[in-house]
């Protein structure tokens, strides 16, 4: 568990862990973060002007997120999980390649604003599988989002269904 802002200083791995974040942001800051069984998780407080987001800072925006989700356990099939009871400094913009986003699993944002601007692809270590939970997203430009092919359940996710489920299609 990690307090307050965290910015990475190099290509950083984390293998079959929960990493908390609270009352911060990730920032990549021009480096990959990458994991297998990783789920990022982001909590605390809605109080202050703290950021629930990850983001890169580094000046040729090349950061990356390359995370596969536990297969198994409590966080299976999650990759990155913002609290529910966050309802402020939850929006994210430029995702997908601000910084990179090859993820595997869930991505849970439920009270965030997307913007994607770039790929969304599957990350290097695992299945073609991404599911994203969020308030609103706006794809642009070059936004894409690779298919599934079906392999969620390999990769520890049980995909929801029905509700308000969106699709995109090409």
């Known amino acids: 568990m990690l307090c307050g802002d965290q910015q990475l ?9 929960i990493l ?25 407080s809605n109080t202050g002007n703290y950021e629930h987001i990850p983001t890169d800072t580094g000046t040729a925006h090349t950061g990356a997120l390359d ?6 356990g409590a966080w299976s099939g999650v990759a990155m999980y913002q609290d529910p009871n966050l ?24 009270h965030s604003s997307v913007t994607l601007s770039g790929a969304v692809n599957k990350s290097s270590q695992d299945v073609r599988c991404f599911e994203l939970t969020v308030d609103n997203i706006t794809v642009n430009g070059t936004g ?17 269904s029905g509700g308000n489920r969106g699709i995109l299609v090409n």
């Open 20 to 44: 908390v974040i609270e009352n911060g942001q990730l920032d990549t800051n021009g480096h990959t973060l990458k994991g297998a069984g990783l789920t990022v998780v982001f909590s605390r």
């Open 144 to 160: 894409d989002i690779f298919s599934n092919d079906n392999q969620c359940k390999v990769g520890g996710l049980n995909q929801t």
């Open 87 to 110: 309802t402020k400094n939850v929006d994210i913009t430029a995702a997908g390649n601000n910084p990179t986003w090859d993820i595997s699993g869930l991505v849970y944002l439920p």
């Open 9 to 17: 200083t190099d290509d950083t791995t984390f293998n079959n862990t």
């Open 67 to 72: 995370i596969a989700a536990p297969t198994s």
